[in-house]
């Protein structure tokens, strides 16, 4: 199977290399971008099938990130990381946004966040096998 | 010289008394006339009594054919009261004589002792007695009208406490005919027996002429139906010629309902008085909660600020420990190399070195020996923020200077409000700061960092409202004796004129419901104008945003903001109802 790319959406850079230093052992690639448009940016270039983002960041929110993914880029699973917890802003991201997962700052990388990313990777697989098994012209590597 | 008449009605059986009395009578003086008209049984004599002839004097044997003896003037004064009777008594009947004055004779005469000039002497004594007893009568009946006509009791008491006289006022209330009253025993029969002994003490004290201390008193009287009627007696003592007081003139108002309708204003006005302090607590409940939603808010906020730099530090934290176990492996793989270097040769050692070298870059060793030193420092920034986040909460609360005023630079209130609200307001609006040097302000620095928190809160949703992207939050703070100003300036939206009027209004709110608790300039209001006699308004346009304006007096206990506000004309500052 592919190596899986991760991007990663934070306007706190320091975030981002916590991140980054964080999962260095991780068995997929990590990409970072700290703001909206410089992830779209490279979402135009490179596949990914992971996002991870913040919801509050100036210009381009979270939130308006996240629906643009999820027209143009359907596939990839969403998962929202924030400071903040008040039940609004969740039932935002979850609704309008169609998350997979809401994480909230402070995060706990072993016990938490890590096995998010697996699970989600594996989210990202089941879905994709069953596009697979629908469309049999499609290459599989199980 | 005009001759006295005196109209005398003899009863007399005795032909030649009749006759006797006659001669005696005509023409015996020169001042004097008498008419004498005879009757011989006591039932005429009523019968005369009571008919059209009035009579000055009576002259009466008391031995009649169908009376005698004391009887005769008993039933004679029953007839009529005011008659006087000079009674003639048998030979040296001393002691019926003085019996019949005892009964309400005015005299007695010995009839074998009588000659003209005693008879004369004494119908004519008897006449002017009645004449002034009448005059008497006269002035009593005036009096008791007078105390009749009296809307409150009037009340007579002899020295034993017995009524001697009361007025209609008084039997109307007691409910008692007069004779039911007179001559009883006051506090025995119309005082509650609860009140009697307190009672009997105030009226014996009274007597003995402690009268000051009594003038006044209150005590209830019982009435014939039982029911009490609450009275307030204002008394005095009446003396005789030596001085001596022989009773008590008390005159009583029947405060019943006046007392009842005291009772009630007293109970509505104790009501009033709870339903007000409810109101203040209800208040003073409605500000502690706007304070609490206000740091909920700031809370969420303040969370967000640290949830960031927490959550990098600790993630590095983790990671930090798992680099040091990757740097342990490899200190051992060394360690172990070090101690088996004597007895492996050369290649051996290359081929472990390699294999070292190997270990590390699947450790991806070069990128955590390139990234430890940012690391670290990263860390210690994120550190560093929480650290500063906790100190401008500290300074925000002032959680240890609750409800005290103390002289306190407002500027840094400011950055420390700004501090706090940062999170609010950075996806918002640009700040600018123009802080002038100004003199420290006594006041209360969590309540006015309150307030400024509230504005600033207010100016960056009213920018995020228009959905315009970032707006501009301009502060201002410099003096202007005797106050230190601080103008906060949004280019937001603005505010409606028909708005202007209802800011300050508790609970007036246009955010939408969960958003505002309505109470934040209330809350604010309250705090600069009423707490710290400042002042606080607002300029503001629709499409030019809004300006609101803090005046904090120098010397709070000074000055009165409120004078110098009506002068204030052309700012359209607002005073809420309060």
């Known amino acids: 199977m592919d190596r899986k790319v991760i991007l990663f959406v934070d306007d706190e850079v320091k975030v981002l290399n916590s991140l980054r230093r964080g999962l260095i052992d991780e068995p997929y690639e990590t990409l970072f971008a700290d703001s909206g448009k410089k992830a779209l940016e490279i979402l135009e270039q490179k596949e990914v099938h992971i996002l991870v983002t913040d919801m509050r960041m100036p210009e381009m929110s979270g939130l308006e990130l996240l629906k643009i993914v999820r027209e143009k880029y359907p596939k990839i699973v969403r998962i929202v990381l924030s400071g903040y917890t008040q039940i609004a802003t969740l039932l935002t991201a979850i609704n309008q946004g169609e998350i997979y997962k809401y994480i909230t700052k402070p995060w706990q990388m072993e016990e938490e966040f890590k096995p998010a990313i697996r699970q989600a990777i594996e989210f990202y697989d089941l879905n994709n096998k069953q596009d697979a098994a629908s469309q049999p012209a499609a290459a599989t590597n199980g | 010289?005009?001759?006295?008449?005196?109209?005398?009605?003899?009863?007399?059986?005795?032909?030649?008394?009749?006759?006797?009395?006659?001669?005696?009578?005509?023409?015996?003086?020169?001042?004097?006339?008498?008419?004498?008209?005879?009757?011989?049984?006591?039932?005429?004599?009523?019968?005369?009594?009571?008919?059209?002839?009035?009579?000055?004097?009576?002259?009466?044997?008391?031995?009649?054919?169908?009376?005698?003896?004391?009887?005769?003037?008993?039933?004679?004064?029953?007839?009529?009261?005011?008659?006087?009777?000079?009674?003639?008594?048998?030979?040296?009947?001393?002691?019926?004589?003085?019996?019949?004055?005892?009964?309400?004779?005015?005299?007695?005469?010995?009839?074998?002792?009588?000659?003209?000039?005693?008879?004369?002497?004494?119908?004519?004594?008897?006449?002017?007695?009645?004449?002034?007893?009448?005059?008497?009568?006269?002035?009593?009946?005036?009096?008791?009208?007078?105390?009749?006509?009296?809307?409150?009791?009037?009340?007579?008491?002899?020295?034993?406490?017995?009524?001697?006289?009361?007025?209609?006022?008084?039997?109307?209330?007691?409910?008692?005919?007069?004779?039911?009253?007179?001559?009883?025993?006051?506090?025995?029969?119309?005082?509650?027996?609860?009140?009697?002994?307190?009672?009997?003490?105030?009226?014996?004290?009274?007597?003995?002429?402690?009268?000051?201390?009594?003038?006044?008193?209150?005590?209830?009287?019982?009435?014939?139906?039982?029911?009490?009627?609450?009275?307030?007696?204002?008394?005095?003592?009446?003396?005789?010629?030596?001085?001596?007081?022989?009773?008590?003139?008390?005159?009583?108002?029947?405060?019943?309902?006046?007392?009842?309708?005291?009772?009630?204003?007293?109970?509505?006005?104790?009501?009033?008085?709870?339903?007000?302090?409810?109101?203040?607590?209800?208040?003073?409940?409605?500000?502690?909660?706007?304070?609490?939603?206000?740091?909920?808010?700031?809370?969420?906020?303040?969370?967000?600020?640290?949830?960031?730099?927490?959550?990098?530090?600790?993630?590095?934290?983790?990671?930090?420990?798992?680099?040091?176990?990757?740097?342990?492996?490899?200190?051992?793989?060394?360690?172990?190399?070090?101690?088996?270097?004597?007895?492996?040769?050369?290649?051996?050692?290359?081929?472990?070195?390699?294999?070292?070298?190997?270990?590390?870059?699947?450790?991806?060793?070069?990128?955590?020996?390139?990234?430890?030193?940012?690391?670290?420092?990263?860390?210690?920034?994120?550190?560093?923020?929480?650290?500063?986040?906790?100190?401008?909460?500290?300074?925000?609360?002032?959680?240890?200077?609750?409800?005290?005023?103390?002289?306190?630079?407002?500027?840094?209130?400011?950055?420390?409000?700004l501090a706090v609200a940062r999170n609010t307001i950075k996806y918002n609006a640009n700040v600018t700061l123009e802080f002038a040097d100004v003199s420290q302000v006594s006041c209360n620095a969590s309540q006015i960092n309150q307030v400024f928190l509230n504005i600033l809160v207010n100016a960056a949703q009213a920018i995020e409202s228009q959905q315009k992207g970032m707006g501009n939050i301009k502060i201002k703070i410099y003096p202007s004796e005797p106050y230190v100003v601080c103008e906060i300036e949004d280019d937001g939206p603005g505010i409606p004129q028909e708005y202007l009027n209802r800011v300050f209004e508790p609970f007036f709110t246009t955010k939408p419901a969960g958003k505002g608790t309505g109470l934040g300039l209330a809350v604010s209001y309250d705090i600069v104008v009423n707490k710290h006699k400042g002042q606080l308004f607002i300029d503001s346009q629709v499409g030019r945003g809004a300006k609101f304006t803090i005046k904090l007096p120098l010397n709070r206990k000074n000055s009165d903001s409120r004078k110098e506000m009506e002068n204030n004309g052309q700012e359209s500052h607002i005073v809420c109802g309060r």
């Open chain 2, 1 to 417: 010289m005009d001759k006295r008449t005196i109209t005398v009605l003899l009863v007399e059986d005795d032909e030649g008394d009749i006759l006797l009395a006659r001669r005696m009578l005509v023409n015996s003086s020169q001042s004097l006339e008498f008419i004498v008209e005879t009757v011989q049984t006591l039932s005429d004599t009523v019968k005369y009594l009571n008919g059209d002839k009035k009579f000055d004097v009576m002259l009466l044997d008391m031995g009649l054919p169908d009376s005698s003896g004391v009887e005769t003037v008993q039933k004679v004064k029953q007839a009529n009261q005011t008659i006087p009777i000079v009674v003639l008594t048998g030979l040296d009947d001393e002691q019926t004589g003085l019996l019949a004055i005892k009964n309400g004779a005015t005299d007695y005469l010995v009839k074998n002792k009588l000659s003209s000039d005693i008879l004369v002497q004494t119908l004519n004594f008897a006449f002017e007695r009645g004449q002034a007893e009448k005059t008497i009568l006269r002035e009593r009946n005036k009096a008791q009208s007078y105390l009749d006509v009296a809307g409150v009791i009037m009340l007579v008491l002899n020295d034993d406490l017995t009524v001697h006289r009361i007025n209609n006022k008084g039997c109307e209330i007691l409910g008692y005919a007069e004779q039911d009253i007179l001559e009883k025993n006051w506090c025995d029969n119309f005082v509650p027996s609860e009140y009697r002994e307190k009672v009997s003490q105030v009226l014996k004290s009274l007597l003995s002429g402690e009268i000051g201390k009594y003038e006044y008193h209150e005590n209830p009287i019982l009435t014939k139906t039982g029911r009490y009627r609450l009275v307030a007696w204002h008394n005095s003592v009446l003396r005789d010629e030596a001085g001596q007081i022989k009773s008590i003139l008390s005159s009583g108002e029947d405060i019943t309902e006046r007392k009842e309708a005291e009772e009630v204003i007293k109970k509505a006005y104790s009501e009033l008085e709870s339903a007000n302090a409810n109101l203040k607590s209800m208040q003073a409940q409605i500000i502690q909660n706007e304070k609490l939603a206000s740091i909920g808010q700031l809370a969420a906020g303040v969370a967000h600020e640290m949830n960031t730099p927490v959550g990098f530090t600790a993630s590095n934290f983790e990671t930090l420990a798992k680099y040091f176990d990757k740097f342990k492996n490899l200190l051992d793989m060394y360690g172990k190399l070090a101690g088996e270097m004597p007895n492996i040769d050369k290649d051996g050692i290359i081929a472990r070195t390699a294999d070292i070298r190997k270990t590390a870059e699947d450790m991806k060793m070069g990128f955590i020996l390139e990234d430890i030193d940012a690391l670290f420092e990263e860390s210690k920034e994120g550190l560093k923020r929480v650290t500063t986040i906790i100190q401008n909460l500290r300074d925000f609360s002032r959680v240890d200077k609750i409800d005290v005023y103390d002289d306190f630079d407002i500027i840094r209130g400011m950055e420390a409000t």
